[in-house]
């Protein structure tokens, strides 16, 4: 097979681009300049589009014996990534940028040019496992990645490629260490890589600009604080509310719930973050049997477990399957739910939980009823 492996400068994109060579593949390796950090790093930062990032993804390239390009994809990253993050803010939603950026530009613009000249897939280091088109949990429950990349077409499954996702991170260190590999004990990415001083409130403010609103706590009804821009507050927030302890109870205070409409930010004890109803558009769905079912214009109601952040708890749920929205009941309460969030959904299996599908939260409740 002809593949493209997108190699980011890490250990784990490093090493599966190794594999791919050993099995006698043509490998071509591709870095992505994404944003402006390629040119100006942030010292310190440990995001994944540096000029450092670049060298060593071809310093693996170069001892690899492939061949190496970087595509710059920096004006769709911009328009598809960074500007959904900014516009999703200002909504008073929450948005996951790593999930958007595998669906819009390594499993879509990489993946579409790479089909375009004549590549078979592409190839990363993300943890998780393929069976027979089937996108499945990784070995590693620690590292799964599953989460993020559960938002890609049965056509982008269909030609990517995980080699990593059979084996446990701790292996994957001491592989690409065996392999001489510079990039052995580098580490993991944490940061957004377009705020890579981890700072999105002011990120957020730069962009969007000083909005002063209430910040009112629902046990009392009472304006406590002011804030200066919805943005920079998220469902579940405790830290940084401004109202400089626990409410009139003792109780903790967190983010409960932000009302864009009239720029206003609510908080409450923890029990009023609790929900076990989510409504979710629009569904991906990569089940075979659900695809079809939808297709005809049928509801389907299937028990699941569900998923709200790339390390989260699944929780068993029912859900009720269409083409265009999926609602999800709980078993038991979830905390901290915000709408912008993805929710995935798997299948448990005996050989590794399957995903089901992903949708966008656009509604949580207590209940259905609610």
Request: net charge negative; with cysteine; aromatic share 6%.
């Amino acid at each position: 097979m002809r593949i493209l492996a997108a190699l980011s400068g890490g250990v784990d994109s490093s090493v599966a681009a190794a594999r791919l060579v050993d099995a006698g593949h043509e490998v071509v390796g591709i870095h992505l300049a994404l944003s402006p950090q390629t040119i100006n790093p942030v010292p310190g930062s440990r995001g994944c589009c540096s000029p450092t990032d670049a060298a060593d993804a071809e310093h693996v390239a170069q001892k690899l014996g492939i061949p190496f390009e970087i595509w710059d994809f920096s004006d769709q990253f911009q328009e598809r990534v960074v500007d959904y993050f900014v516009d999703t803010y200002q909504h008073g939603e929450t948005p996951n940028p790593c999930l958007r950026c595998n669906a819009t530009i390594k499993f879509e613009a990489l993946l579409e040019k790479g089909l375009s000249l004549g590549y078979d897939a592409v190839a990363t280091g993300h943890y998780a496992q393929l069976d027979n088109g089937q996108l499945r949990r990784a070995v590693d429950p620690l590292k799964d990645q599953s989460y993020v990349l559960g938002i890609l077409t049965q056509h982008q499954l269909d030609h990517s490629i995980f080699p990593c996702g059979d084996t446990h991170k701790a292996d994957i260190r001491k592989e690409a260490e065996e392999r001489g590999f510079s990039v052995a004990h580098k580490p993991d990415s944490t940061d957004i890589c377009f705020i890579p001083d981890g700072d999105t409130r002011q990120f957020l403010q730069l962009r969007i600009g000083t909005r002063k609103g209430p910040v009112v706590d629902l046990e009392s009804g009472e304006v406590v604080a002011q804030h200066n821009g919805t943005y920079g507050f998220t469902i579940g927030q405790r830290k940084g509310l401004g109202v400089g302890g626990p409410g009139p109870d003792g109780k903790p205070r967190y983010v409960v719930r932000i009302d864009e409409s009239t720029n206003t930010v609510f908080i409450g004890p923890r029990e009023m973050l609790q929900i076990s109803y989510m409504e979710a558009w629009p569904p991906n769905w990569l089940d075979p049997d659900i695809v079809a079912a939808t297709e005809a214009g049928e509801t389907l109601e299937l028990r699941c477990e569900v998923q709200v952040r790339a390390h989260a708890r699944p929780i068993p749920c029912t859900i009720q399957a269409s083409a265009d929205k999926v609602t999800i009941h709980t078993d038991e309460p979830i905390y901290g739910v915000a709408c912008g969030q993805t929710a995935m959904l798997y299948r448990p299996d005996p050989a590794g939980d399957i995903v089901v599908g992903s949708a966008v939260i656009h509604h949580t409740a207590v209940s259905s009823e609610n």
